[in-house]
């Protein structure tokens, strides 16, 4: 079975700083790969997702992902992060084309201060 | 679009009372999937529904817990009977092949 692994539990940065957030992902064929965010007390929102293509995904907000295949990875960046980017960030995988559920890391914490 | 639409929002209940949990996925979607988020096993999978059947129910942590999934518009998750370890909050999620999952505003269960 598939799992993910978010090995940042944690990062507090100050505003304009640049965020990088590792996922790596254990399976050993095609899969899709998701990175959702949720702000406080909400449901979780896509960010970005990579299906094919350009291993160089970008999302909302700013956001963009790295689809790394040799290193089971798929780390989110955004150059300059604002206070309002105070969420929790969970990277997610499933594997097929089809509707199979999404497996989700534990996720990363990102306290963004002024 | 609504989106995905789950109710209720907030749920206190007392140990051992029944507790139902809805879920109307989005119109054309044809997989559902009940998750469950607490701190200290973050998300969890319970249970997915592929065109109203149930495919895996593994994640279901007791028989306590029961899922339905009547017609392609409606599910629900049922604790019976209810306990203080139950509480986390519950997000239904549909999704219609790769074009994305999209997930509700979750219930808030809190078991005293």
């Known amino acids: 079975a598939q799992s993910v692994s978010q090995h940042n539990h944690h990062v507090i940065l100050s505003e304009a700083a640049s965020l990088e957030l590792g996922c790596n992902y254990s399976?050993?064929?095609?899969?899709?790969l998701f990175w959702y965010v949720q702000y406080p007390g909400q449901h979780l929102q896509l960010l970005l997702k990579?299906?094919?293509?350009?291993?160089l995904v970008k999302g909302i907000k700013g956001f963009e992902a790295e689809f790394i295949k040799s290193k089971f990875s798929f780390n989110l960046r955004k150059p300059s992060v604002q206070w309002s980017d105070t969420a929790e960030y969970f990277c997610?995988?499933?594997?097929?084309?089809?509707?199979?559920?999404?497996?989700f890391g534990k996720g990363t914490r990102l306290s963004v201060i002024a | 679009d609504a989106g995905v639409i789950q109710s209720p929002r907030h749920e206190v209940t007392e140990m051992g009372q029944e507790v139902t949990l809805r879920c109307k996925p989005i119109?054309?979607?044809?997989?559902l999937f009940w998750y469950r988020q607490t701190m200290m096993r973050g998300l969890e999978l319970l249970i997915y529904?592929?065109?109203?059947?149930?495919?895996?129910d593994s994640g279901m942590p007791e028989d306590r817990f029961s899922a339905k999934m009547p017609n392609a518009s409606f599910s629900t998750l049922k604790i019976q009977p209810s306990e203080p370890r139950d509480s986390a909050v519950y997000f239904c999620?549909?999704?219609?092949?790769?074009?994305?999952?999209?997930f509700g505003s979750g219930t808030r269960l809190t078991v005293v």
């Open positions: 999620a549909s999704s219609s092949g790769i074009r994305g999952y999209t």
């Open positions: 399976y050993g064929g095609t899969v899709n």
């Open positions: 990579y299906f094919s293509g350009d291993p």
């Open positions: 997610a995988v499933n594997v097929d084309s089809g509707n199979t559920p999404l497996v």
């Open positions: 119109s054309g979607h044809n997989s």
């Open positions: 529904f592929n065109n109203n059947v149930p495919i895996d």
